[in-house]
């Protein structure tokens, strides 16, 4: 049965008001988003909306971070994030070009897994013009090695009798997604929670310099300007705004939850752009690069912190 644009609307509308309840989570709006494209409901006009959504929610989200936490947070937890950030965009960027994957796509893995996860790829997305079947590819391998992350790192760091900040450490640099990364400190203790979360947090900041500085590689070849998104701008008043005025800390705690719900939104709009077609150009060799990368940040990090150097 083919469905008309009118009922389709309504499906979508339907969907939309979900992802505002909690046991939607991105991962399952995305998948939402895919099966209704798989099943041939798609919108006429909806893919139009789906950068703006993606740009307007982490400046919303920016409210949420706390220059404070930073600014206290050691000098030590800054140069590690620095190290791992750096470390993985490069590896991610020569082992892409190994495996061949489509320059975007593990552009995309690479700064999902230095950075903070869906967040890095949502804000990396429009800077690069990425199509939807790469930023879906991207985040499903992302999401799928935080649910294994969120199992096993506790797992691991009881095993090895590591210290409460050993594994906040190691969580906030191996794990993508901030909340993967609180996950796992509170499952480990009170302590590891406190500094994965702070840690990790310098670590998404780094969305900002990364940012621009592929802007300014990605310029316009044209006309040899270069074209900082405006989102990122507004990023960084956000931060600033609940760090000079945070007498407002009630209203940038309602943007803040607005923006994580406009991320569920716009992953679901991304996954109901996808086409069957589309996700084979992404192949196997996407999830290889995530693994690999993933792989490497966690083993490299957890011998660095445990051995000392």
């Known amino acids: 049965m083919v469905l008309d644009q009118k009922k389709i609307s309504f499906i979508y509308g339907a969907v939309i008001f979900l992802c505002f309840m909690p046991f939607i989570s991105p991962a399952i709006a995305l998948v939402i988003g895919i099966l209704l494209s798989m099943f041939g409901l798609k919108h006429d006009t909806i893919k139009k909306y789906t950068s703006f ?13 706390s220059l404070t936490q930073v600014i206290s947070t050691s000098k030590t937890g800054f140069v590690d994030t620095a190290m791992s950030v750096i470390f993985v965009m490069s590896f991610g960027i020569l082992i892409g070009k190994i495996l061949k994957v489509d320059n975007k796509t593990a552009l995309l893995i690479s700064s999902g897994t230095a950075i903070c996860g869906g967040s890095a790829i949502a804000a990396i997305s429009p800077v690069i013009n990425a199509k939807n079947y790469q930023i879906s590819f991207s985040l499903a391998v992302i999401f799928i090695l935080n649910g294994i992350a969120l199992i096993i790192f506790p797992l691991i760091g009881h095993y090895f009798n590591l210290s409460q900040e050993t594994f906040g450490y190691w969580a906030a640099i191996a794990i993508h997604d901030t909340s ?11 302590k590891a929670l406190e500094i994965a979360t702070t840690v990790k947090l310098i670590r998404a900041l780094w969305i900002i310099p990364l940012a621009v500085f ?8 044209a006309n040899g300007k270069v074209k900082i998104p405006w989102f990122i701008g507004l990023f960084i008043l956000s931060i600033a705004a609940a760090y000079f005025f945070p007498q407002w800390q009630n209203t940038y705690t309602h943007f803040n939850w607005l923006g994580k719900k406009g991320m569920v939104i716009a992953l679901f709009l991304i996954g109901s752009n996808m086409s069957i077609q589309e996700a084979k150009k992404a192949g196997l060799k996407s999830f290889i690069l995530g693994i690999l990368l993933w792989l490497l940040i966690g083993s490299t990090s957890f011998i660095l912190l445990t051995t000392n150097f």
Not at 214 to 221: E, L, N, V, Y
């Open 53 to 65: 959504a993606l740009q307007a929610s982490i400046v919303l989200m920016g409210f949420g971070m």
């Open 180 to 190: 993967s990364v609180v996950g796992a400190g509170a499952t480990y203790g009170a």
């Open 214 to 221: 592929i802007a300014i590689f990605q310029k316009d070849k």
